[in-house]
């Protein structure tokens, strides 16, 4: 019964490739969230859905574009690899923040190696 | 503006000693306050939060949070580590007041528990 579920787990490419990170809880949470940790482990937010809507959008390339297609789900498609965008992505949910019990669940994690 | 400060990278404690792993915060409003812990190759796990009432919050695996308005800290504690406690340790702030739904985390701080 996982919580938050990413997949793939690895994923190795090229640069210049197109790759897609899925995302879903099954929590019964209204917002979630891609994180991007780098090798120093600097965790930074990416952006946040609630409801299938938009709310946080930080300062990422326009390479990437999350998809929401339902609020259980959360995906990241990234175009034009490059080497910079190696990391470890991670994915998160919970209640809306506003909420009291407005804690995130994280994902196992995605380690992205563009080569 | 939201911030959050973990002033050392790693904190080094002999197992059955007590631990404290330092967050200070920086808020315009009242602050969300959460500590995070990520082993090796896994996602972030939620330890515990403050939100309001009680300084000291109590967490999973017998760790507790002391919130300080006054000096505008949420140091996280353990009156005797041990070894399976290593790990790598994040305080994480949302600003209540600011209207932005983002969770702003620490540089995370490494626990060392030595036998």
């Known amino acids: 019964d996982t919580a938050v579920s990413q997949t793939p787990k690895y994923l190795v490419t090229q640069m210049g490739n197109d790759k897609s990170i899925k995302c879903e809880q099954n929590?019964?949470?209204?917002?979630m969230y891609w994180y991007k940790q780098d090798s120093k482990k600097f965790l930074k937010i990416m952006f946040s859905?609630?409801?299938?809507?938009?709310?946080i959008n930080e300062t990422v390339p326009n390479r990437f574009s999350p998809k929401s297609p339902d609020k259980a789900h959360l995906n990241l498609h990234i175009n034009s690899l490059e080497l910079g965008d190696s990391a470890v992505y991670f994915c998160?949910?919970?209640?809306?923040?506003?909420?009291?019990?407005?804690?995130?669940?994280f994902g196992p994690g995605t380690r992205l190696t563009v080569l | 503006a939201q911030s959050v400060a973990q002033p050392e990278d790693q904190v080094n404690v002999a197992e059955g000693n007590p631990l404290t792993v330092k967050c200070t915060y920086s808020?315009?409003?009242?602050?969300?306050l959460f500590w995070y812990v990520q082993y090796p190759n896994r996602g972030l796990q939620f330890l515990l939060k403050?939100?309001?009432?009680?300084?000291l919050v109590k967490g999973s695996y017998g760790f507790e949070a002391e919130f300080n308005k006054s000096q505008t800290s949420f140091h996280l504690k353990k009156p005797s580590a041990l070894v399976s406690d290593s790990a790598l340790y994040f305080c994480?702030?949302?600003?209540?007041?600011?209207?932005?739904?983002?969770?702003?985390f620490g540089t995370g701080t490494r626990l060392k528990v030595l036998a």
């Open positions: 403050y939100i309001t009432g009680d300084n």
């Open positions: 859905y609630n409801n299938k809507e938009l709310i």
């Open positions: 808020v315009s409003g009242n602050p969300y």
């Open positions: 998160a949910s919970s209640f809306l923040p506003g909420r009291r019990n407005n804690e995130q669940f």
């Open positions: 994480a702030v949302r600003d209540r007041g600011s209207g932005t739904y983002k969770y702003i």
């Open positions: 929590l019964g949470h209204d917002t």
